[in-house]
């Protein structure tokens, strides 16, 4: 099975064909991708690239434009002090199926 390290919004994943993952919200109307690897694993045989692979790009495809993900609770607080601020953010994500790694 071939795993490739990509680049995606600043942040490196490792990814092999037929893989879904969560990637930081893409810019609307983007439907595909086409990454250049960063480090190709092909079984036995790791190619490190300088700095990408030569010959070796990964497709992918948008399948959902934005997920949220979970709710993180940001509290604030002092003892005695009568202070208490509790805010929340939910991230937005987009999700990517990796289509094929050349």
Known sequence: MTKAVVKIGGKQFIVAEKETLLVDLL???????????????????????????????VTATVIDDLVKG????????????????????????????ITSIK
């Open 70 to 97: 979970d709710k993180i609770r940001v509290i604030r607080y002092k003892a005695k002090k009568r202070v208490h601020t509790e805010t929340g953010h939910r991230q937005k994500y987009s999700k990517v199926e």
């Open 27 to 57: 810019p609307e109307g983007t439907k595909e991708l086409t990454l250049d690897a960063l480090l190709v694993i092909d079984g036995e045989k790791t190619t490190v690239g300088t700095p990408t692979v030569k010959g070796v790009t």
